[in-house]
């Protein structure tokens, strides 16, 4: 190598840098901070090319990060939580206590032998206060894609609703749909008598999610 090269090559990493920065997308003062970057010394000019790189892609995430951390308090109330639990048995109450009457899951999610959810949970909310509440489609999910939210970060969770192998194999479109229009979801917002809401409403929740899907959909940390 000669010595005009071993002179050079450190400036044609950060202009190569540059260049695939400009290729992704990524913003403009990403290329400018490697270009102002280039040193003499190799392993710094490396060091601020990838500190460049690391840098940009933050800016690019931050958005999606911020709408997802928007919507977690929701996913994360009770009226999610509680039948999202991390075992086999729902969870009751807006402390999240283990459901009194020891129901399990189930492989369809909907209970095991006499005690299925529908024996009790029926069409709609019972009147008064912490009485069962009801929908047609009430259960948990099966056990074969649990999609837990209890003990759950906001970043965990996230990294498992866009999974495919737990997720039902939906896309991002179908989980805001989800969201969106399911009925069972909506309850949340109509839980009966001595159940408290979720901190957003249901379009401020929607809201979020579609900002996060629209901005790439990345995790929080």
Known sequence: MTKSF???????????????????????FAQQQVALSTPTNPVRAIRAASNAVDSAAKSDTAPAEAAFNRAWPVFASPRCRNCHPSGDAPLQGDDGHVHIQDVKRGADGKGVYGMKCST??????????????????????????????????????????????????????????????????????????????????RPEFVAAMKAWADNGAACPQ
Do not use: Y
């Open 120 to 201: 009790c949970h029926q069409a709609a909310n019972l009147p008064g206060a912490n009485m069962p509440p009801g929908n047609l489609k009430w259960s948990l999910p099966p056990a074969n894609m649990k999609m837990v939210i209890q003990g759950e970060t906001a970043g965990q969770f996230c990294r498992q609703l866009k999974d495919p192998a737990k997720n039902g194999h939906r896309t991002l479109a179908q989980i805001i749909d989800h969201v969106s229009s399911d009925d069972l979801v909506g309850w949340g917002w109509n839980p009966g008598d001595g159940r408290t809401l979720p901190p957003l409403s």
């Open 6 to 28: 071993r002179e050079k090559w450190p400036i044609l990493i950060a202009l190569f840098v540059a260049a695939v920065l400009s290729a992704a997308g990524f913003p403009a």
